[in-house]
């Protein structure tokens, strides 16, 4: 079961919840913890990054910079994984995407969205491979959390509407 400490949550009004993977290995490293606000390793186990989730209330001075140009109002999740992975080949590297960190990384978007009172809709919660498509802010070719190691059948567009569908599952638990 995934918990998250009230004081990884102070008071703040945030709009979205974008989540990512690291490209890294399983373990988060020290731009992970200065990127993203909550982290998923690969033993699903969740890590609070380095910044306060208030420090993306309004992102002029320190904040943690996971999405460029959507950094104000969102919180950044992550899953330690996916390091030299490919997708023109598929190729998922040596530390492809558990299901397990999936499944985590949603329980956590799940109690953030309660924390702070954001519904699930594509446009609050979703994959920074959805952000351009979506909100129509200008990535630099991602394509993070959407990609099933486990299951290549599932395309990019599917895999944002059943994280949605799992975060809203996980809330409804809540």
Same mark, same amino acid.
């Given at each position: 079961?995934?918990?998250?400490?009230?004081?990884?949550?102070?008071?703040?009004?945030?709009?979205?919840?974008?989540?990512?993977?690291?490209?890294?290995?399983?373990?988060?490293?020290? @731009?992970?913890?200065?990127? !993203?606000? %909550?982290? *998923?390793?690969?033993?699903?186990?969740?890590?609070? #990054?380095?910044?306060?989730?208030?420090?993306?209330?309004?992102?002029?001075?320190?904040?943690?910079?996971?999405?460029?140009?959507?950094?104000?109002?969102?919180?950044?999740?992550?899953?330690?994984?996916?390091?030299?992975?490919?997708?023109?080949?598929?190729?998922?590297?040596?530390?492809?995407?558990?299901?397990?960190?999936?499944?985590?990384?949603?329980?956590?978007?799940? @109690?953030?969205?309660?924390? !702070?009172? %954001?519904? *699930?809709?594509?446009?609050?919660?979703?994959?920074? #491979?959805?952000?351009?498509?979506?909100?129509?802010?200008?990535?630099?070719?991602?394509?993070?959390?959407?990609?099933?190691?486990?299951?290549?059948?599932?395309?990019?567009?599917?895999?944002?509407?059943?994280?949605?569908?799992?975060?809203?599952?996980?809330?409804?638990?809540?």
């Amino acid at each position: 079961m995934v918990d998250i400490p009230k004081d990884w949550t102070p008071k703040a009004n945030m709009k979205r919840i974008i989540a990512h993977w690291s490209a890294g290995r399983y373990k988060p490293t020290g @731009i992970d913890y200065a990127h !993203y606000h %909550i982290l *998923v390793d690969g033993d699903a186990k969740v890590i609070k #990054g380095s910044r306060s989730i208030k420090d993306n209330v309004n992102t002029t001075g320190s904040y943690a910079a996971h999405t460029k140009g959507l950094n104000s109002g969102s919180i950044g999740i992550s899953a330690c994984c996916m390091q030299d992975a490919k997708q023109a080949t598929k190729d998922y590297g040596p530390a492809p995407m558990k299901e397990v960190q999936w499944r985590a990384l949603a329980a956590v978007a799940a @109690i953030l969205c309660k924390r !702070y009172g %954001i519904a *699930v809709t594509p446009q609050t919660v979703l994959g920074h #491979g959805e952000v351009q498509d979506i909100l129509k802010v200008k990535q630099n070719g991602k394509w993070d959390p959407l990609a099933f190691p486990w299951d290549k059948s599932v395309t990019p567009a599917k895999a944002g509407q059943m994280f949605r569908d799992l975060v809203a599952k996980e809330l409804a638990k809540l």
